[in-house]
């Protein structure tokens, strides 16, 4: 099973590598529970989990509003349980309610906490370039900062796009900062060809990993023919959209799940939906959790509601 050590390594290279998900913390939980307060998984956009929060009738639920969070950039705490609220009682400001009927029992509050990439502009050089891609970052909404104000360019690095344009002048700390390990999502530089060269020469001998070197973008920014400061920063902004968009999952992955837990449904068509006998929820007649009994064929959302039955229905036939 997943620890927290590893969910948490898998966490920093998603960030890292500018993919959005979802921490998901079981905060308290009610015996019987198969997950115990403090154990934590990841959700990512196409709603894989890494990790274990909770068993198979607990996983729609949690990767449904993962998604939701993920979409709204909003925090959530979601309780699921066997006792719905009372009727005409509304739920606890702050909490979503869903009701789980599985014949396990318990409970669980599970906090789900989404953690969209930075867009992070870093900056290094001064010139007119950097002025304008200052400029064009902050009217796209970046959070813009400059190397040369950084105490902790490695911490500033992290998960940043970062674009060196000193022609020389206060470039080294920002591009070691920004390839050692792959820190930064982008790292670009404006030079000509035979000074990228030069500069890619000169970090293997500050100890960068030719790898990491080879992450360098120079000269940076798409070609669209640009000339100016302005058309330059505006090519380089424009490859790096080009690359954040490249590493987010699609659009429509917040509302419809590429991979539904098996025999769960979320949004299958009513034809191929069933009904648990057991504990009543909506199964997908595609489960491997089915039991054939008096000419009819019965599907289950989990191993223990099929037993259940199948153990009910052997002793019906016996008597």
Do not use: N
Request: proline share 7%; aromatic share 4%; charged share 25%.
């Amino acid at each position: 099973m997943t620890g927290p050590t590893d969910v948490f390594a898998a966490a920093a290279r998603l960030y890292r590598d500018g993919v959005p998900f979802v921490l998901a913390t079981v905060v308290r939980a009610e015996r019987p529970t198969s997950a115990r307060p403090g154990a934590k998984a990841i959700v990512t956009g196409d709603g894989q989990f890494r990790g274990f929060v909770g068993g198979t009738c607990v996983k729609p639920a949690v990767r449904r509003e993962s998604l939701r969070a993920l979409a709204d950039g909003a925090p959530r705490l979601l309780r699921i349980s066997p006792d719905s609220p009372p009727e005409g009682v509304e739920a606890e400001e702050g909490v979503l309610e869903e009701h789980m009927a599985c014949v396990s029992g318990g409970a669980l509050d599970i906090h789900l906490e989404p953690y969209l990439p930075s867009r992070r502009l870093l900056l290094a050089g001064r010139s007119p370039i950097v002025e304008s891609l200052a400029a064009l970052g902050e009217a796209l909404g970046m959070e813009v900062r400059t190397a040369e104000t950084e105490e902790d360019l490695d911490t500033a690095a992290e998960g940043a796009f970062v674009v060196v344009a000193g022609h020389g002048e206060g470039e080294w700390g920002a591009l070691k900062a920004a390839l050692t390990g792959g820190r930064a999502r982008y790292a670009g530089l404006v030079a000509s060809p035979r000074r990228a060269a030069a500069v890619r020469e000169r970090l293997v001998g500050m100890g960068v990993a030719e790898a990491d070197i080879g992450r360098l973008r120079s000269p940076a920014g798409l070609d669209i023919g640009a000339e100016t400061p302005g058309e330059i920063a505006l090519s380089i902004l424009a490859q790096i959209v080009e690359e954040r968009r490249a590493a987010e999952p699609p659009e429509a992955a917040a509302e419809e799940p590429a991979a539904p837990a098996v025999g769960i449904s979320l949004d299958v068509p009513d034809d191929d939906v069933a009904v648990d006998p057991i504990c009543g929820m909506s199964v997908s007649r595609d489960s491997p959790h089915r039991v054939e009994s008096g000419g009819e064929t019965w599907w289950f959302c989990c191993a223990g509601c099929a037993e259940t039955f199948a153990t009910a229905a052997q002793a019906a036939d016996s008597a």
